[in-house]
C-alpha cells in the first residue's frame, strides 16, 4: 500500500515531468531561445558592425596594435580594398578609383600615389593622418550588415509581426541589384575577348551602399520572420496534448 500522505501518481507524474521538454535542461535553454534569439541576433550583428569602424577610431587614437587585431581579424571576411572602403577622420570618407568618374573627390591613385592595379596595396594600405583611417569592412559589407540590424531591431519593435518576404521578391528586390552591380562590374574588368564589347566599369561608393543595404534590408525581411515561424510554430502542440489525453 502507498505510504499515508503520498500521491500514487507520483511515479507518472515524474515521468511526465521528465518528458516534458520545459522541466529538462535542454527544454529550459530551448525555451530561453526562443524568447531571446532575436536579441542575440541583432546584439551579434552591433558587435560585427561596431569593431570594424572601432579599427580607425584606434588608428587615430594611436593603439595600433590593438585596431591592427581588427584588421586582421576582419580580412578572411572582407577584401579590406582601401579604394571600396569608408575612410574615419580624413579630408574624404571615400577615394574611388579614377576609373568610376566621380567628379569634386580625390581619386584614389591621386590621394595614395599607389597604383590601382595592385590589389595587394589596396589591401594593405590603412590609411594615414590626412587621407584618414579605413574601416576593416568594405562600404557594401557595412550597408548589408547596417542594414541587416537595422530590420532587426524593426522586427523587435513591431513585436514580430511582420510577415517573411516571398523567395521571389528575395530574389528580384536582394539578390537582383546587387548581382547585377557587383556581376557587371567583375565581368568588365576581366580580360574575357568575347566580352571585349564590354565597356569597363567600375561601382560608385552610393551603389555599393544603396546595392548592399537593399541586400541585407531584404534578406532581413525573408529570413528573421521565417526563422520567428519556425521558432513558434504551434501546429504540432495540439496533437501532442491530444495524445497525453488519450494515454
Known amino acids: 500500500m502507498p505510504a499515508p500522505g503520498k500521491d500514487v501518481l507520483q511515479p507518472s507524474q515524474r515521468a511526465e515531468e521528465r518528458q516534458n521538454p520545459e522541466q529538462s535542461l535542454s527544454g529550459k535553454v530551448g525555451s530561453w531561445l526562443k524568447r531571446h534569439y532575436l536579441a542575440l541576433i541583432n546584439t551579434a550583428l552591433a558587435i560585427y558592425i561596431i569593431l570594424p569602424l572601432m579599427a580607425p577610431v584606434l588608428m587615430k587614437t594611436g593603439q595600433t596594435s590593438a585596431a591592427d587585431v581588427i584588421y586582421r581579424m576582419y580580412k578572411p571576411l572582407c577584401h579590406q580594398l582601401a579604394y571600396r572602403s569608408f575612410f574615419l577622420f580624413g579630408e574624404q570618407a571615400v577615394f574611388p578609383r579614377e576609373i568610376t568618374g566621380i567628379e569634386g573627390l580625390k581619386t584614389y591613385e591621386q590621394a595614395t600615389g599607389l597604383d590601382s592595379q595592385d590589389n595587394l596595396a589596396a589591401m594593405a594600405f590603412r590609411g594615414n ?119
Open 129 to 247: 593622418e590626412q587621407l584618414g583611417y579605413k574601416t576593416a569592412l568594405c562600404q557594401r559589407d557595412v550597408a548589408i550588415y547596417t542594414s541587416l540590424l537595422l530590420f532587426g531591431l524593426v522586427f523587435a519593435l513591431t513585436k514580430r509581426k511582420l510577415k517573411p518576404l516571398p523567395w521571389f521578391a528575395w530574389i528580384i528586390l536582394a539578390l537582383g541589384p546587387m548581382g547585377l552591380d557587383g556581376l557587371s562590374q567583375l565581368v568588365s574588368q576581366m580580360d574575357i575577348p568575347a566580352m571585349s564589347w564590354f565597356a569597363m566599369r567600375e561601382s560608385t561608393p552610393f551603389l555599393r551602399v544603396l546595392t548592399g543595404a537593399m541586400f541585407g534590408w531584404f534578406t532581413a525581411w525573408f529570413g528573421l520572420p521565417s526563422i520567428d515561424e519556425m521558432i513558434n510554430d504551434t501546429k504540432m502542440k495540439p496533437t501532442a496534448t491530444s495524445a497525453s489525453k488519450e494515454d
